[in-house]
């Protein structure tokens, strides 16, 4: 089996909870902040707007589309008021910026935040100016990962060869479409349980997995993966 390193060009990374810890509490609160959203929007109290918020991530991949479709919310208004976050409580990995400057090739940013929470936290993380590419929810016309069409969209707008990319995902089944369209998957299984995730049958999709993303790039950059 050729080694990582040698077969791939183009590395295309998640942002939250794969390129900095899950436990970090960002997420957290943007929960938080989308229950307190769709409380306020919708009029209702907190627990049904809970209800609604977790409803919609797994019906529809996020909870932003959900309030698309079912209530005409307008995205940007939605994620501007979802991500005023404290953003101090994340920082650097040494490590892992120390590996992903040693890739050889194009490192890309698929997330399904917006470019305003992306730059936020790569500040934080000291990897501003560090990406070749950025692609967020708003550039895959708000269609959320897993639909396919925003990873083939991707492929389009970079030029990029399946054949010779990996994406990161701490999502087990973002990463089913992104082994159909042909990339090679690597599952970042952060220690959390994600409600809409659906392990068991996205498994067979997944090329590796770690729990440990710096050190899974020191071997792929030792040429031991």
């Known amino acids: ?34 229950g307190k959203f769709i409380e306020k929007h919708l009029k ?22 959900g309030m698309m479709d079912n209530h005409g919310v307008d995205p940007d208004y939605f994620l501007e008021e979802v991500h005023k976050l404290d953003y101090s409580i994340v920082g650097p990995n040494k490590l892992l910026n120390e590996q992903l400057s040693k890739l050889n090739g194009r490192k890309i940013i698929y997330t399904n935040a917006n470019m305003q929470h992306v730059l936020s936290v790569l500040k934080q993380i000291n990897l501003s100016n560090f990406f070749d ?30 054949s010779s990319s990996a994406m990161f995902d701490d999502i087990a089944k973002n990463l089913v479409p992104a082994k159909k ?14 409600f809409s995730d659906d392990i068991k049958s996205s498994t067979s999709y997944l090329d590796f997995k770690t729990s440990k993303l710096d050190s899974f790039l020191k071997d792929v950059n030792k040429g031991v993966i």
């Open 1 to 34: 089996m050729t080694n990582l390193i040698n077969k791939i060009d183009t590395w295309i990374f998640d942002l939250d909870n794969t390129l900095y810890q899950a436990d970090s509490g960002i997420f957290q609160q943007v929960h938080e902040l989308m």
């Open 181 to 194: 369209v042909g990339f090679t998957s690597v599952w970042i299984d952060a220690g959390y349980e994600n």
């Open 44 to 65: 209702i109290d907190i627990n049904k707007a809970k209800e609604i918020q977790k409803k919609y991530y797994k019906l529809h991949g996020t909870t932003l589309r």
């Open 133 to 162: 590419e950025i692609f967020d929810i708003k550039m895959a016309n708000y269609i959320p990962k897993p639909e396919i069409k925003p990873y083939e969209q991707i492929i389009n707008k970079f030029n990029i060869n399946p």
